[in-house]
């Protein structure tokens, strides 16, 4: 009862632990003596805890927990009849691991799992000598190649149980020990093989996702109970070892194992040479750096039930799946994105093989969808994406009896596809993923226990079926089509559970409708690249989750959308090139996971605000071609991310797949725009230009030496150019061009190695440029310097051989003088199209996809002289 009086219950567990019989109450179970000897409290609905990309324990659940939530009463340890305790998935507050477990010298089997300790090992166990299982793991871990889990109910960070290089000199006492769990445990160092050496009745060993950066012990062989032994990313070197024993081995995931696949092949002869039965039955090698072709003899393993060798560097090709499978079948094969080709027979696999999991991606397999894989009818798992596939989906496909997840994607497949589709429930979510083909016709209409859906990139039409909104969808991705037609109001009907909304760059109208109220688990909303009207409706304040939302390249307008003030974990924030205006809202400081925020393209006015330079984690700011006025904030040690640039990591700190979700974030650097599909936390950059900002630019600038690209162009800017900058180290594009910024170029810029593209050009800069042989590189022509004709050295400056520089002109004559030449610019670029059209005009009529892309390029350059003019005039 004082273990209850801990403990908050929120599912009620507990509830019968009341009255004088301890043994009826729940998870409580008694010897014939009335000794408590089981106490079973494992959370029997745990949030599905997982590892997101960042090795970040996540869940999936919206749901309301019911993990028991407290502290361990002192009052547990005094049962010593007690031989089985599990406490996994509960949450014990990161409290540390009591001492008195060691009292418990009955156990046998104990299960802290997933229990939310923070400690490190030191006695707590090691007087449990009885001890068979021990599970001190610290998340689940699923094998799945097709998502990895977002965020959307926990903040909670990794902790563990193991932090101290000594955890395995106490384990060691347990030598009856035939399992240990701790997978995720933080453990750095070698693997402590001398420990491990005292439990010789180890027979399985699960130590994946920790830092040991060492090699596989040899001495491993020495335990020869083992049979399953998984080191699932954690950073090991070198080479595989000899372990004859092992009959389950997980290795997949680490970058550093970067041997030969040839190794294998005498590894394997070993086993043959020493007259060894070789039992291996499941290998997995994914995720690796292996190079060389696969060897001969992992085909001849009698009883290899799961060979996985995806995502590797691999050479080669495997002439026929039927020769080199002829004496083992697998029912899990993964030899997607590994590097070699796969020729595939019309039978290539025995009549007998029925594999569950069947990945060949990126195997060069060309032609149509092989006909074998009708007969395939245990298949769960499909996965053919990126091998040149043409032709039609042959309808079979949907037809396979245990079919949940399908990807053809990346491939050249034609025609339609069937208007009614269904999946099969299996261990994942179910999925359908065909994009990036060729494929025409209508949405489906009928979508049967699908729950995620990635049609984009192709050339569907007509509009969304309301059907599509009906079912239990996820994720739903529609982008890069022709569709047209409204937002249908199904798509968040009540009690859906979409996570996912992508409908960008397609052909819909209207307004986004009042019932994405009902959208309260959305984390990725990207409506942009439409001809959508109106606003984002305050009904979407519900979604508390969501962190990307991207409505750009739209109709909408009116001001800063003040919904998204009730996106506490927003991430991305894209707006640009819509209508909105006013100003820019101080809430937006309150936003703290805020790192890419585009408003690029708007008419929005008054000053930044201060509180933008509170946010931590922001990466990207892009605010050009508004109307913004006034200084630029100075307070800029708060941007950390930038101050300090991350050295690697994905942009959201989660990932909700890698086939699902894409960043794409424009950054004008180097002259040049940029798009990544994918933002890394090095990829930043500050963008304000085009705007009527005025003042100096703040000194506190060159705090930011994690910066990449700094564009202050087309302002108003006054003031010298300061020598902070050149603590700037990582700056590699930097645009100082039409503003009124005087003064001498500083030393210290000059001294940035980091600078590959420098324009300073049509300012009041005088001195002389400062020379240097990297700082000489960046403009040969002097195209960087022009218009300052007080700039010594410039192509239309003063003359260096004179020693009396006459002084800089003050007056407001500067700025005209800088639109006049703005305007002979433009006047310029219309004669060169003029000219270049005089000749190649017959090139344009022949070639449409040269003459669509020639007007792009036109569009682009034309419509940024023509809105940086018409901010300026309109400010006047």
């Not at 009959?247 to 002869?269: A, C, E, P, Q, R």
């Not at 245990?378 to 396979?400: D, H």
């Not at 420098?758 to 800069?765: D, F, I, K, S």
């Not at 004669?831 to 005089?838: D, K, M, N």
Request: charge should be negative.
């Amino acid at each position: 009862m004082s273990f209850k009086s801990n403990m908050a219950d929120p599912s009620n567990r507990l509830s019968s632990w009341k009255g004088q019989n301890c043994c009826s109450w729940y998870g409580i179970n008694c010897s014939d003596t009335f000794h408590v000897t089981v106490i079973d409290l494992r959370n029997p609905e745990p949030e599905n805890l997982f590892l997101d990309m960042n090795s970040q324990l996540v869940s999936t659940s919206d749901a309301p927990s019911t993990a028991l939530i407290g502290t361990i009463h002192s009052s547990l340890f005094s049962l010593t009849h007690l031989t089985y305790l599990d406490l996994g998935f509960n949450n014990f507050s990161f409290s540390e691991v009591p001492s008195g477990f060691s009292n418990l010298t009955a156990l046998t089997y104990q299960n802290l799992s997933n229990a939310m300790f923070e400690d490190s090992i030191t006695t707590q166990f090691s007087n449990l000598t009885s001890l068979v299982e021990l599970d001190l793991s610290c998340s689940s871990v699923i094998l799945d190649y097709s998502s990895v889990y977002p965020s959307l109910s926990s903040t909670m960070t990794i902790h563990s149980v193991c932090q101290s290089a000594l955890w395995a000199k106490p384990i060691s006492n347990l030598t009856k020990l035939r399992l240990l769990d701790v997978s995720n445990c933080q453990i750095s160092g070698k693997i402590p093989i001398e420990q491990l050496l005292f439990l010789t009745r180890l027979t399985e060993l699960y130590m994946s996702f920790n830092f040991f950066a060492t090699k596989i012990p040899s001495k491993l062989a020495n335990l020869t109970y083992l049979r399953v032994l998984d080191l699932t990313r954690s950073n090991l070197q070198g080479h595989i070892p000899y372990l004859p024993q092992v009959k389950i081995l997980y290795l997949g995931n680490n970058s550093d194992l970067t041997v030969d696949l040839h190794s294998i092949t005498l590894f394997m002869d070993r086993y043959r040479t020493r007259f060894v039965p070789f039992h291996l039955r499941y290998l997995d090698l994914a995720v690796n750096s292996f190079t060389g072709n696969l060897p001969d003899c992992i085909g001849h393993l009698h009883n290899l039930s799961c060979l996985s060798v995806g995502s590797n560097n691999m050479n080669g090709s495997i002439p026929s799946l039927s020769s080199f499978f002829r004496n083992s079948t697998p029912y899990i094969l993964d030899l997607g994105y590994s590097g070699l080709t796969v020729k595939v027979d019309q039978q290539p696999f025995p009549p007998t093989f029925q594999p569950e999991i069947l990945y060949l991606d990126s195997c060069n397999i060309g032609g149509k969808i092989p006909d074998f894989i009708s007969n395939l009818t245990k298949l769960e798992s499909l996965s053919l994406s990126n091998n040149s596939l043409s032709g039609t989906v042959p309808s079979w496909l949907f037809n396979l009896p245990n079919l949940g997840y399908l990807d053809l994607s990346f491939n050249t497949l034609q025609g339609d596809i069937p208007p009614s589709i269904k999946l099969k429930s299996f261990f994942m979510q179910t999925t359908l993923t065909l994009r990036s083909n060729l494929l025409q016709g209508s949405i489906p209409r009928r979508l049967d226990n699908i729950q995620a859906l990635d049609l984009s990139e192709n050339n569907f039409t007509g509009s969304i079926p309301s059907e599509v909104g009906q079912g239990n969808i996820r994720y739903l991705a529609l982008s890069d089509n022709r569709i047209s037609g409204p937002i249908p109001f199904s798509l968040c009907q009540e009690n859906n559970e979409l996570m996912l909304l992508d409908l960008s760059n397609n052909n819909l109208f209207g307004t986004v409708p009042t019932s994405f109220v009902n959208c309260r688990s959305l984390v990725y909303l990207n409506l942009g690249s439409n001809n959508l009207t109106g606003g984002i409706p305050g009904e979407l304040q519900h979604a508390r989750g969501l962190r990307f939302l991207d409505i750009s390249q739209n109709q909408f307008d009116g001001p800063f959308p003040s919904v998204v003030h009730k996106f506490e974990k927003i991430t991305v924030i894209d707006m640009r090139n819509t209508k909105f205006s006013g100003e820019i809202p101080q809430f937006i400081g309150d936003l703290e996971d805020l790192r890419v925020f585009v408003l690029e393209y708007n008419l929005f006015n008054g000053s930044i605000p201060e509180e933008i330079c509170a946010l931590e984690n922001l990466q990207f700011i892009g605010f050009s071609n508004n109307q913004l006025s006034g200084p630029i904030p100075d307070k800029l040690s708060g941007l950390k991310t930038i101050v300090n640039r991350p050295k690697d990591g994905d942009l959201l700190r989660f990932i909700i797949s890698e086939r699902y979700i894409g960043v794409e974030v424009d950054m004008v650097a180097k002259g040049l725009s940029m798009q990544f599909d994918v933002v890394r936390t090095y990829n930043n950059g500050m963008d304000l230009s085009c705007n009527n900002l005025t003042g100096n630019i703040p000194s506190e600038i060159g705090l930011l030496q994690g910066l990449y690209a700094l564009n202050l162009s087309h302002n108003r800017l006054s003031g010298n150019i300061p020598c902070t900058i050149g603590n700037m180290s990582l700056l590699e594009s930097l645009d100082l061009s039409y503003n009124n910024l005087s003064g001498e170029i500083p030393i210290s810029l000059t001294l940035l190695d980091s600078i590959s593209t420098l324009n300073l050009a049509y300012n009041n800069l005088s001195g002389k440029i400062s020379t240097s042989p990297h700082f000489d590189t960046l403009s040969r022509d002097g195209l960087a310097y022009i218009g300052n004709k007080f700039l010594c050295g410039a192509p239309d400056g003063i003359n260096c051989d004179d020693d009396n520089f006459p002084a800089p002109e003050t007056s407001d004559d500067s700025e005209d003088q800088s639109r006049e030449w703005r305007l002979l610019l433009a006047v310029m670029f219309a004669g060169y199209v003029v000219g270049f059209w005089g000749l190649f005009g017959v090139v344009y009529l022949v070639n449409k996809k040269w003459r669509e892309a020639y007007w792009e390029i036109v569009d682009r350059i034309v419509t940024e002289i023509i809105r940086c003019t018409k901010i300026r005039l309109s400010s006047d």
